[in-house]
């Protein structure tokens, strides 16, 4: 089974910058999609990014595009958001998801019934 553990994440200035990691236990192929979602106490789930493994072909909420990137590394099972220009707004857990999608399209529906991690914090004050 699929299970995802992220690191990273912690509290930064306004304008500053941060990766978060997700490694990939218990799965070895290019067929999985890979998401990073964000959540504030008492608001719904937000999608952040989104990329199918083997694909060089992300997605980004409009609220971070051209500020955050995702990026896997193959060789470590290992997926990554690197958030710059970060602002308070920001602030939020950091989810990592894991899910199939036959389309490979990896919309933010497929991750409902996948794997996820266990949030990181992410400040910015």
């Known amino acids: 089974e699929v299970q995802l553990v992220e690191s990273g994440g912690g509290s930064v200035q306004a304008g500053g910058s941060l990766r978060v990691s997700c490694a990939v236990l218990g799965y070895n192929g290019d067929d999985l999609c890979m998401g990073w979602f964000r959540q504030v106490s008492g608001k719904e789930r937000e999608a952040v990014a989104s990329?199918?493994?083997?694909?060089?072909?992300?997605y980004y909420a409009p609220s971070v595009k051209g500020r955050f990137a995702i990026a896997q590394d193959n060789a470590k099972n290992t997926v990554y958001l690197q958030m710059d220009s970060l602002k308070p707004e920001d602030s939020a857990t950091y989810y990592c998801?894991?899910?199939?999608?036959?389309?490979?399209?990896?919309?933010?529906?497929?991750?409902?019934?996948?794997?996820w991690g266990q949030g990181t914090q992410v400040t910015v004050s």
């Open positions: 998801a894991a899910a199939y999608d036959l389309y490979m399209a990896c919309p933010p529906r497929v991750f409902e019934a996948g794997y």
């Open positions: 990329i199918f493994i083997g694909r060089n072909q992300p």
